[in-house]
């Protein structure tokens, strides 16, 4: 009798691994064969796909860590978990006089622009410093961009930046500028959020099979694998999509900021 066919759906022991947070970061610093990701190097792309409220912000900060000169926008304002970071938070561009030495000294420099905006004009400034933040990191190059809260910038009836992003997405490569877009559903953003996404997508926790489908056709990879993946997901755990698809799906967990 003839052994039953494999589910072809059923991931296999090759393509998935787990890893731990730190062992995660320093493959994305340094590159590892053990996970087999590549580094996340200056001027590629990473996108955080995700429900709210899963921890995408508190994976982004974890990962920003990794890298010298970041820039976060903060469309909400006054986020708490970016609050918590340790981010310095500037209300107006460009940065004071001693952030500019400290970073051409070649010294860390994290913040994060924006703030609660209760008013009219809050809001008027709220969206202009968005919109200067974007511009000076695309012009000045060599820094990565966080967007949280890619569908508010995205949104025609709220700051009306997605073009804006999505320009710098596809162009500000060659300038060594990377970009971390985070938003809760693809149809809500433009394309190029995963399209451009030349590092990894990270997929949190959801039972959504339109984003899954999106996102994971949006790398190249088998939906209906990741689906079966994202079931199963352990708690507190994501799902890391690299862009190459001769690289495994890596699930991990990540650091809480405390």
Do not use: C
Not at 35 to 47: E, Q
Not at 209 to 229: H, L, P, S, Y
Not at 242 to 254: D, G, K, Q, Y
């Amino acid at each position: 009798m003839s052994e039953p066919a494999a589910d072809p759906w059923r991931p296999r022991p090759e393509t998935v691994e787990g890893v731990s947070w730190d062992k995660f970061l320093i493959a994305l610093q340094r590159g590892s064969k053990t996970p087999r990701i590549a580094a996340w190097d200056p001027g590629d792309h990473v996108a955080l796909v995700g429900p709210t409220g899963e921890g995408k912000t508190t994976f982004a900060v974890g990962i920003l860590g990794l890298r010298k000169f970041v820039l976060a926008l903060d469309p909400k304002g006054e986020d708490t978990t970016l609050s918590k970071s340790g981010f310095q938070r500037l209300k107006k561009l460009p940065p004071p006089g001693r952030i500019q030495n400290d970073v051409a000294e070649g010294k860390a420099a994290r913040l994060i622009a924006g703030g609660a905006a209760r008013t009219e004009a809050e809001d008027a400034a709220l969206e202009k410093l968005m919109r200067e933040s974007i511009d000076y990191a695309r012009h000045s190059g060599g820094w990565t961009l966080y967007v949280d809260e890619f569908q508010l910038l995205a949104d025609l009836r709220m700051f009306r930046l997605g073009s804006r992003i999505e320009r710098m997405l596809i162009t500000a490569r060659k300038d060594g500028t990377s970009v971390v877009t985070s938003f809760q559903a693809m149809a809500w953003v433009p394309r190029a959020a995963v399209r451009q996404a030349t590092a990894f997508v990270t997929l949190f926790p959801t039972r959504d099979r339109d984003m899954i489908q999106a996102t994971a056709r949006g790398m190249g990879r088998d939906w209906k694998q990741v689906a079966q993946i994202m079931d199963k997901l352990p708690r507190f755990h994501v799902l890391v999509i690299p862009r190459s698809v001769h690289e495994p799906l890596l699930i991990t967990s990540a650091r809480k900021v405390s």
